[in-house]
Nanobody, 120 residues
Framework: VQLQASGGGLVQIGGSLRLSCAAS??????IGWFRQAPGKEREFVAA??????KYADSVKGRFTISKETAKKTVSLQMNSLKPEDTAVYYC??????????????????WGQGTLVTVSS
């Protein structure tokens, strides 16, 4: 499965960005968004599968993950952005049980990443 993330850029504090993940196949898959800031480990942001979504506590209420199955696209709408949201954002695919979707080690297919910079 090929994944391609896009939509990153430079945004001011409190601004919004919408990231997109184009997938070659979405059937029976969970798509997750992760991020990695310089010098830090990759961390879970959000995940989606049919009928379910999950968010990291740090983005809950600010980020929304959604899926357009016909377009094979998963989006991450990011609002009220903070400097600590600055990172390279990756989308990835897994078929692991839902309880483990926040663990990046269970994801087999990864996109190339898109940089989000939140600045004053």
């Amino acid at each position: 499965v090929q994944l391609q993330a896009s939509g990153g850029g430079l945004v001011q504090i409190g601004g919004s960005l919408r990231l997109s993940c184009a997938a070659s196949e979405l059937t029976s898959s969970t798509i997750g968004w992760f991020r990695q800031a310089p010098g830090k480990e990759r961390e879970f942001v959000a995940a989606i599968r049919i009928g379910s979504t999950k968010y990291a506590d740090s983005v809950k209420g600010r980020f929304t993950i959604s899926k357009e199955t016909a377009k094979k696209t998963v989006s991450l709408q990011m609002n009220s952005l903070k400097p600590e949201d600055t990172a390279v954002y990756y989308c990835a695919r897994t078929r692991v049980v839902w309880s483990s979707v926040s663990d990046p080690s269970y994801y087999n297919d990864w996109g190339q990443g898109t940089l989000v910079t939140v600045s004053s």
